[in-house]
């Protein structure tokens, strides 16, 4: 997913993956910390803003 992010594909692709890895047990920890340590730059934290917006829709709950 964070490739699909940074090769600033469609946003429709990186919820369906998002939503693929979901359903099979996503891991919500190690997905936040790669999107932390990925987003170093200002370019590479805007390229990953849809994958980040996915992650802030979940209530914490229900990782």
Same mark, same amino acid.
């Given at each position: 997913?964070?490739?699909?992010?940074l090769d !600033?594909?469609d946003? !429709?692709?990186i919820a369906?993956?998002? &939503?693929d890895a &979901?359903d099979?047990?996503?891991?919500?920890?190690?997905?936040?910390?790669?999107? &932390?340590?990925? !987003?170093a730059t200002p370019? &590479?934290?805007?390229?990953?803003?849809?994958l980040a917006?996915?992650?802030r829709a979940?209530p914490?709950?229900?990782r």
């Amino acid at each position: 997913m964070i490739d699909l992010c940074l090769d !600033s594909k469609d946003p !429709s692709l990186i919820a369906d993956a998002y &939503r693929d890895a &979901r359903d099979i047990g996503l891991d919500y920890e190690r997905l936040g910390k790669l999107v &932390r340590e990925t !987003s170093a730059t200002p370019k &590479r934290e805007k390229a990953l803003e849809p994958l980040a917006e996915l992650m802030r829709a979940i209530p914490k709950g229900d990782r």
